[in-house]
């Protein structure tokens, strides 16, 4: 295929939205096959253990939130998480203007409709669907691929938010010790 200006995302923008694309495939593709193949191979009553104990593969299904929180209001998390994947698409992907942000963004978007799939398409019914966890950490809550994929991605939002704030306050120092050093 010969690469043309219409092919080729020339644009800093046009590699941002390739990154995010690509991040959030990958993850959602790493989340259902995850999931696929815990509940195909995982027997729930005889969780294998890993890294000396440290892991356990211990296959849930999981109506609530984090902690099993809310697990009356399965139907609730759905819509909370239909509406957040729809925030991303219309509000927050034509505000990504670099790869950081793309790739960000990706995988927040991938945590949310990893575990949005699982809410819509499994049992016990549509949009009341019980969420796919596998990785069991002791004395912590079990989790998945679409999980670590959302916590990441917070995780990453946050030391960008304290990094432009230090950042920030590095400006405003240097400009006061200029402004001080023309006084002088």
């Given amino acids: 295929m010969v690469e043309t200006a219409a092919t080729t995302p020339a ?23 995850s999931k696929i193949l815990a509940v195909r191979e995982l027997d729930p009553q005889n969780p294998p253990a890993l890294l000396g104990g440290l892991l356990h593969l211990k296959l ?7 902690f ?7 139907i609730v998390f759905t819509l909370l998480a239909m509406a957040a994947l729809v925030f991303c698409v219309v509000w927050l992907v034509p505000k990504v203007t670099t790869r950081a942000q793309g790739f960000v963004l990706g995988m927040a978007m991938a945590g949310i409709a990893g575990n949005l799939i699982d809410r819509i398409a499994r049992g016990p019914a549509p949009l009341r669907g019980h969420v796919v966890d596998f990785f ?9 691929v679409a999980d670590i994929f959302l916590t990441l991605a917070a995780a ?17 120092k240097a400009l006061e010790d200029t402004g001080r050093a023309a006084k002088d």
């Fill in 11 to 33: 644009t800093g923008r046009g590699r941002a939205v390739v990154t995010l694309v690509s991040v959030f495939l990958l993850g959602l593709l790493l989340d259902q096959g």
């Fill in 60 to 66: 849930i299904r999981n109506p609530g939130a984090a």
């Fill in 68 to 74: 099993s929180m809310g697990t009356s209001v399965t």
């Fill in 136 to 144: 069991a950490v002791p004395h912590f809550a079990i989790f998945n």
């Fill in 156 to 172: 990453l939002v946050i030391l960008w938010t304290v990094r432009e704030s230090l950042l920030e306050r590095c400006d405003d």
